[in-house]
DNA sequence: TTATTTTTCTAACTATTATTAGGTAGAATC
DNA sequence: GATTCTACCTAATAATAGTTAGAAAAATAA
């Protein structure tokens, strides 16, 4: 009844494939390649997953679900009195976390997502979908409390800020730098912007 | 002399590989697929290259020079007493616009960089520094200026704001967009933030 | 121990790939 | 008109891919 011995491997073929997927992509990544790096050989495989394609929805289904995770589990932390941009903040530095420190899954469903077989996209599109929602969520409440300015389009803001972050996996290297800096830099820019001196529509929107 | 004929296959070649790269990343389009595009057979490819990699060499290569090209000509547009900042406004415009709207080359180049053989990688490297440090110029200049506040990384400054650009590729639909929204979008988020009020640490800076 | 089930391997199969060798039709040149 | 060159094509090659079938080994149960 105990099947531990099956686990671990099947753990094993998915930790590879999300750790190959990401540095070279799906089409070059080979199951020869992935059975080697979890110490199996390539036929082995199939007794775990029926196909390649099954792999690789696995392993983007569980990229999402431990961003969404981490984001709660911080939100969950957050005292009762913070405020909606507080707990963007929070969202920014999890996603970040995810995405760059406990990475391959995360990393790997943001490089190969646009380059993968359009059958496994579809499927794994909805979960995507609820992973924007949850960000809109979370922007509108912000935005709804005058927290931020009502001009801003929300559909917008959550793309290129998480366009930007995203980014980050193309260059971010854990080993020239800390994490830090990374999330103040965003929340800098994105809450504050460069500029050293409001402009008039700013200020108009101060007056208001 | 006259190899005019020939010209046009080649271009022909290219402008395929772009737009299939662009769409299915380097590994999955085959130069069957490529050929069938440029209205050719697959062995007919190696008249005018020599392998696959040296396609996609003059395709990543182009693609930036595309881009750099836009930038310069917008630049060099502006009237004589344009800040620093109206130049990155035009280089956020021109990045924009070649990456979304004629943007085979440009946008496969941001697209499947991280997912091709390294030694095309290697080579192409030195173009993509050189754009990097045309805004690395671009953003020093508005801060020594004092346009861009003189606590910002500029670094990552160009980093993000180039991320969160380029992501627009993965998500922009032409077909259910202007352009122009995008633009404003950036800027807004970029140089003035979405912060509805000014928080103590800008107000602070603004003192000094 | 023996029997059964779970897990892994070996060795092949088929399809597809980039690449190459050699041919061909027409245009250009002599 | 004969020759050479240009721009392709056809057909084959060798390598590699995902996948499968069946045997071997390891673990578990009897």
Redesign the interface.
């Known amino acids: 009844m105990n099947q531990k011995k099956s686990d671990i491997s099947r753990t094993q073929i998915l930790d590879a494939a999300a750790k190959l997927f990401r540095k ?2 799906y ?2 990544t080979t199951l020869r390649l992935i059975a080697n790096e979890a110490n199996l050989k390539a036929g082995s495989i199939y007794y775990y997953f029926g196909s390649k394609e099954e792999i690789l929805g696995e392993v983007l289904d569980i990229g999402i679900q431990r961003i969404i995770q981490a984001i709660q589990d911080g939100i969950n932390q957050l005292p009762a009195n913070a405020t909606a ?1 507080d707990k963007i903040r929070v969202a920014i530095r999890e996603h970040l976390h995810t995405l760059l420190k406990y990475g391959d899954y995360t990393s790997a469903n943001i ?5 993968i077989p359009s059958n496994v996209r579809q499927k794994h599109r909805a979960l995507r979908r609820t992973y924007a929602e949850e960000w809109d969520q979370l922007l509108n409440d912000a935005q709804a409390q ?5 001009e ?2 929300i559909t ?2 959550r ?10 996996a ?2 971010y290297n854990p080993r020239r730098g800390k994490l830090e ?2 999330f103040e ?2 929340t ?12 008039k ?2 200020a108009r ?2 007056l208001d």
Do not use: C
């Open positions: 070279h992509g089409a070059t941009l490089r190969i997502y646009k380059q005058g927290e931020i300015r009502k801003v389009d917008l803001l793309l290129f800020l998480l366009g930007a972050m995203n980014s980050a193309e260059w800096p990374l830099a965003v800098e820019f994105f809450f504050d912007g460069i500029k050293s001196i409001p402009d529509r700013q929107d101060q």
